[in-house]
């Protein structure tokens, strides 16, 4: 009874942490669950049994993002599809083949990604503005184009410069082996994988901000579903934990999503970023040495 209370507290305080500086909580998740349940003086879980528990967190906080961002009509229904069939299908491979990892393998795949999330959250996304590519394309193309004088967002309303552009082009083929390629590292060790996935729209595919963040819950949803898919017929999970841990990160993200604009969330990322790197340092020398 009490390490499913020492796992609820976690989840609670992850969730929390993880809605202040906008990613999904598996990340950070991950960390706690290996070293703050000892600290709490509470029996530490394997990490199959981590990896286990986060991938139930994932699919449980995929599912509930989506739904408001739907409503937003920030998801690009294509991107989903495309990112989220590769995501599935390598997050199931990861899931179930994580099975015949040892924990150093599995320690060393996760310390990977954490750096990588780290870095993610330190380096700022940026992208050129809506309203200054639209200037730049009313320049270009004022005196010639055949819709000249007519809105932009009336014009273009399915180009990926568009405001409310939900469905942007992008190449099917380097989405699909991306997001294939990530879903096979992310499932093998309980990720749902929207720290990494978001930069690598936004940079990569060149979606916009705002679309690349409402349709990566699509996709993590999907690589979610595969991951638990391959580490449940594999007997991965422990369902009462994984109960405790949902029910206090849910609520936590939300939580931490209402403070995030009254505290300097800049500042935040830094210090998450950095909490991140030093579990990866962790879990990389273990991993090594």
Known sequence: MEIVLGVWVVGALGGTAAGLVGIGGGIILFPLLAYGLPALGLPALSVRTITGLTIVQALAAGGAGL???????????????CMGSGSIIGSFLGGYLSRYLGQEALNLI????ALSAATAMIIPVREISNETKEHL?????????????????????RGPTSPLDSNPK?????????ALVLG???????????????????????IPTRVSMGSNLGI????????????????????????????????????GAVWAGTVPTESLRNLFAALVGLAAGSLLIKAVF
Not at 67 to 81: E, F, Q
Not at 191 to 204: D, E
Not at 235 to 246: F, H, K, R, T
């Open 67 to 81: 739904a408001v961002h739907r409503k937003r009509r920030t998801v690009s229904t294509h991107l989903v599809v």
């Open 110 to 113: 996760f310390a990977a990604l």
């Open 137 to 157: 394309e009313e320049r270009r193309g004022a005196e010639t184009a055949p819709t000249a004088g007519v809105p932009h967002s009336v014009v273009d309303k």
């Open 170 to 178: 992008f190449n099917r083929k380097l989405a699909f082996a991306t």
């Open 184 to 206: 096979l590292a992310t499932g093998t060790v309980g990720q749902g994988g929207s720290f990494i996935l978001i930069p690598v729209m936004i940079r990569l595919l060149k």
């Open 220 to 255: 993590v949803l999907l690589a979610a579903l595969g991951g638990f898919t391959g580490k449940l017929v594999t007997g991965q999970i422990d369902w009462s934990l994984a109960g405790a841990l949902v029910a206090g990160a849910l609520p936590g993200g939300r939580l």
